[in-house]
């Protein structure tokens, strides 16, 4: 059956993950921790993520998590029991600190535009939060390219529920079979299975190919290659 509608992840999956966030991530936890160098270090463990060289374990729960689990994670180090308003702040910081960093991985902006060019209807479900997407994309000059931009915060829940997913089709009027979910994690995999929709991985994001393999319809090196597969279905 036709795709008509394409999801896509955004961290790792449009944009480069680790040079946008890497630098972001620094910033944000330095004005967390206010010159305490212990808290920070606390922070940064919490996170798995290494200052110096300003990266993130494979496993760190920055790489797909929602911003509330987020600021769960490094609510104690901070002796902080207002989980959902350090949210607030993070998703707030995180506006100020990302768009000077934020880089489109390699061909992602070309492709979008040439699916777009085809007919297809394009949409966005990350666990950053919506202005924060909408923001980002609006820097990179292709915010008009997407139908629906959703965040962990729009109302569907974050992923790896299917509720973003569900909400794309829902709006568009398309059937599960006729629309992809395409990211990087198994959270995106996961919550394009659980919507019921087509599942496309790409190796641009942390998870490797051995991880991705067998959570998903297909395993591609990059959102480059869709436009040759959507245009061969």
Same mark, same amino acid.
């Given at each position: 059956?036709?795709?008509?509608?394409?999801?896509?992840?955004?961290?790792? =999956?449009?944009?480069?993950?680790? $040079?946008?966030?890497?630098?972001?991530?620094?910033?944000?936890?330095?004005?967390?921790?206010?010159?305490?160098?212990?808290?920070?270090?606390?922070?940064?463990?919490?996170?798995?993520?290494?200052?110096?060289?300003?990266?993130?374990?494979?496993? @760190?729960?920055?790489? #797909?998590? @929602?911003?509330? $689990?987020?600021?769960?994670?490094?609510?104690?180090?901070?002796? *902080?029991?207002?989980?959902?308003?350090?949210?607030?702040?993070?998703?707030?910081?995180?506006?100020?600190?990302?768009?000077?960093?934020?880089?489109?991985?390699?061909?992602?902006?070309?492709?979008?535009?040439?699916?777009?060019?085809?007919?297809? *209807?394009? +949409?966005?479900?990350?666990?950053?939060? $919506?202005?924060?997407?909408?923001?980002?994309?609006?820097?990179?000059?292709?915010?008009?390219?997407?139908?629906?931009?959703?965040?962990?915060?729009?109302?569907?829940?974050?992923?790896?529920?299917? +509720?973003?997913?569900?909400?794309?089709?829902?709006?568009?009027?398309?059937?599960?079979?006729?629309?992809?979910?395409?990211?990087?994690?198994?959270?995106?995999?996961?919550?394009?299975?659980?919507?019921?929709? *087509? =599942?496309? #991985?790409?190796?641009?994001?942390?998870?490797?190919?051995?991880?991705?393999?067998?959570?998903?319809?297909?395993?591609?090196?990059?959102?480059?290659?869709?436009?040759?597969?959507?245009? @061969?279905?």
């Amino acid at each position: 059956m036709e795709i008509k509608g394409i999801l896509f992840d955004k961290d790792g =999956t449009l944009i480069n993950f680790e $040079e946008t966030f890497g630098p972001a991530t620094e910033i944000v936890l330095q004005e967390l921790s206010v010159g305490q160098p212990d808290v920070f270090v606390r922070m940064a463990n919490a996170w798995s993520f290494d200052a110096a060289a300003k990266k993130f374990a494979p496993d @760190s729960i920055v790489i #797909a998590a @929602s911003g509330y $689990e987020m600021a769960e994670a490094i609510a104690p180090a901070l002796q *902080r029991t207002d989980v959902s308003a350090l949210r607030t702040e993070l998703d707030e910081m995180y506006g100020e600190a990302s768009p000077q960093f934020v880089k489109p991985l390699p061909g992602a902006l070309e492709a979008l535009e040439q699916l777009d060019r085809a007919g297809i *209807r394009l +949409g966005i479900a990350t666990n950053d939060s $919506e202005i924060n997407a909408v923001n980002q994309m609006k820097i990179l000059g292709i915010d008009h390219l997407f139908a629906a931009i959703f965040g962990a915060d729009s109302g569907h829940g974050a992923k790896p529920g299917p +509720g973003m997913v569900e909400a794309f089709m829902k709006k568009h009027g398309f059937l599960p079979q006729e629309v992809m979910m395409v990211g990087d994690s198994l959270h995106d995999m996961e919550a394009g299975l659980r919507a019921g929709s *087509r =599942t496309v #991985a790409v190796e641009t994001g942390p998870a490797t190919r051995a991880d991705l393999e067998g959570n998903c319809d297909l395993v591609l090196a990059s959102v480059v290659d869709l436009v040759a597969l959507t245009n @061969s279905a």
